[in-house]
């Protein structure tokens, strides 16, 4: 039989199970505005009865409840929701780290704008279409040098931006992976602390939120996903690699790689090996930084070296006031240190490559002619694995067809038709190093394309092919070094400017073309003070198609390179008004099944008070009851 005192019991344990819900309920109130907190629900069972089924059991029928208790406090989540959200994080934080970025590189540009690139550039032009109708008068003269002046001026600060940027996003990059080691080693220790209060039989609920939190928070930098096939502890990967596995954390570290400019590869600390690093603000960093503005950088940097190129090919040819010849309008600084383009690329003190931009042809060329001849011209790209490319020729082919055949195969090198009718040659960016930027890296020609046509190369075959990769290879050349320009130092956009002569005396700039006298192939005499041809013939670059191939003109690059930026930056946009929204629905499905609902809070709340309070009333009850059975036996 049970006892009266087993009713106080049970009324005990009823107080202490309702006392632990009312704590429960004030617990979830208290964090409504919590947003990383889960909703907790007290699970109430009821002890175990008094009497198991056996066969000494107690005569009397069925079993004596003794209340209730607390089986579990629940926490209310959703994982597959969790993952979701991180999945998606993930992507967030890889838009909005490129759009930050994106939009401070269309503010550089300051298009549209009077002090912007385009409108400097078309001024250039201007002036010089003015120089060619009035090229006797210095005024004239003093405008093409300070358009001059005003482009390169321009083209060196949008440079620095852009490269002050390119620093800025290798700064966060390694910001971002201190905090990726920090919040690492914060989940870390929070697995420590959850393995023992699981080992103690507890659910420690409010540090599985915090746990989940800094999930969150890191799937913001990196790709991570989570593991949780094992109970016993949880595993957080970056693409399929353990960054936290249980109470164990592999920390990352970022080294500086000297084939990209000096910038910072992300690697795991312990191998040294590199993280594959595909989503998140880290790879969105990455992706600035290696991608949009170093495209950006060459793209600077191509049309500051086209700029210069072909403008000083026409003004050498041309003559000044005083019958000056063979002078630059702009500068152009030399990588080499010798007119043989001999260059120490890989920094060991030797010399191992002959940097050559460009190179034009001694023969003029009819381009619309057949050329009679076949072979096979060779090339090497510029991309990582030095691939091997082969233009084949005909007899029936023009020189134009030819062309057309090089610039259509990607070779890093591009060929056009010069001001004087010959064939020129001109490297292009690389894909594989900044550092062998506008280096043509092989020319080979198995017939005489290069050879007897165009003058090019002074042999065919194997052992007449110029390869940059040989010291000395200029002398394969046919052309003398006038017609052969050297690579330039490197990011020529940093170092553009008008040259010491013409800054010096405007009376050198070429506006008077040279003519031919004596038939020796040379400009040797000027048409005189009061020509403007060779004005003309710079000023014509606006609308020639000698940029980077010969289809796009100076504008055209301009424009392209603008509105790519552009794009860029309504994708980014996009991408994050998407995210955002999809974001925010699985947010709002979270916290329908996470989150705090005050009004069913204080509805638990009054139903848990009034099964204490009724608790409290039976032991009150029972008390009485006592009471009086302890006065009958007196």
């Known amino acids: 039989m049970s006892s009266t005192f087993m009713g106080l019991e049970i009324s005990k344990r009823g107080l202490s199970s309702h006392q632990q819900a009312l704590h429960v309920t004030g617990h979830n109130i208290a964090n409504a505005e919590n947003k990383e907190y889960s909703r907790q629900r007290v699970v109430i ?12 059991r107690a005569n009397m029928k069925g079993q004596m409840g003794q209340g209730s208790q607390v089986g579990i406090v629940e926490r209310i989540r959703d994982s597959f929701i969790d993952d979701r959200i991180v999945t998606e994080k ?77 620093e800025d996003a290798d700064r966060q990059v390694i910001l971002k992976v201190d905090e990726i080691n920090v919040y690492a080693a914060d989940i870390r220790n929070l697995n420590e602390r959850i393995q023992k209060a699981e080992a103690l039989g507890d659910k420690p609920n409010d540090l599985y939120d915090r746990r989940d939190a800094l999930i969150e928070k890191l799937s913001e930098l990196v790709n ?60 969105g960093l990455i992706d600035v930084r290696d991608v949009i503005i170093r495209q950006n950088i060459n793209d600077v940097n191509a049309f500051a070296i086209n700029l210069t190129d072909l403008t000083n ?59 009679g001849v076949s072979g096979t011209l060779t090339f090497v790209r510029n991309d990582k694995l030095h691939s091997i490319a082969e233009i084949d020729y005909n007899e029936s082919d023009t020189v134009n067809s030819v062309i057309k055949k090089i610039n259509d195969a990607n ?9 004087n009718g010959q064939l020129a040659l001109k490297a292009v960016v690389a894909k594989d190093d900044d550092r062998r930027n506008f280096m043509i890296r092989h020319l080979e020609d198995s017939g005489q394309f290069f050879v007897g ?57 070429a506006a008077a073309k040279g003519k031919d006298v004596g038939g020796t192939g040379d400009y040797n005499t ?52 998407n995210q955002s929204l999809m974001l925010k629905n699985l947010e709002n499905l979270r916290q329908s099944v996470s989150g705090i609902n005050l009004d069913e809070e204080m509805a638990a709340m009054v139903a848990f008070q009034h099964a204490y309070n009724a608790n409290a009333r039976m032991i009150s009850t029972i008390d009485k009851m006592l009471e009086t059975i302890i006065r009958l036996g007196a």
Do not use: C
């Open 45 to 56: 069972t009821s002890a175990d009865p008094i009497y198991e089924p056996a066969l000494n």
């Open 90 to 166: 993930n992507v967030m934080g890889f838009w909005k780290s490129k759009n930050d970025f994106i939009y401070q590189i269309e503010s550089i540009y300051n298009e549209p704008s009077d002090q912007s690139l385009r409108n400097r550039m078309d001024a250039l032009w201007a002036a010089w279409q003015e120089l060619s109708k009035y090229p006797e008068e210095r005024s004239t003269r003093e405008v093409v040098k300070e358009k001059g002046v005003h482009l390169a001026n321009e083209v060196n600060s949008i440079f620095r931006q852009l490269y002050a940027l390119r």
């Open 224 to 283: 991570v996903s989570v593991g949780r096939s094992d109970k016993d502890e949880l595993i957080v990967y970056i693409d399929g690699e353990n960054l936290v596995q249980g109470n164990i954390f592999r920390p990352l570290k970022v080294v500086k790689n000297p084939e990209n400019n000096g910038m910072h590869d992300v690697v795991w600390k312990d191998t040294e090996t590199g993280v594959s690093i595909k989503g998140g603000e880290l790879a």
């Open 313 to 371: 090919e026409i003004h050498r040819d041309g003559f000044g006031r005083r019958g000056e010849t063979n002078k630059n309008f702009f500068k152009h600084l030399n990588i080499s240190d010798n007119n043989e383009g001999n260059f120490d690329l890989n920094n060991d003190g030797v010399n191992d490559v002959t940097a050559v931009y460009k190179v034009a042809g001694n023969n003029k060329v009819d381009a619309s002619a057949a050329i």
């Open 411 to 419: 070779l890093g090198v591009v060929a056009y038709i010069n001001h």
């Open 453 to 509: 046509i165009t003058g090019v190369l002074k042999q065919s075959g194997p052992q007449g092919s110029f390869d940059y990769r040989r010291v000395d290879d200029i002398i394969k050349f046919l052309p003398t070094r006038e017609h052969i320009t050297i690579t330039p130092k490197f990011n020529p956009a940093a170092t553009m400017a008008v040259s010491d002569e013409v800054l010096m005396d405007v009376d050198v700039i």
């Open 526 to 577: 000027t048409n005189g003070i009061g020509d403007g041809t060779n004005a003309l013939l710079i000023a014509g670059l606006r609308h020639k198609t000698t940029m980077v191939d010969t289809k796009t003109t100076f504008n055209e690059f301009y424009t392209a390179l603008v509105s790519r930026i552009g794009s860029q930056g309504e994708e980014t946009k996009n991408r994050i008004e």
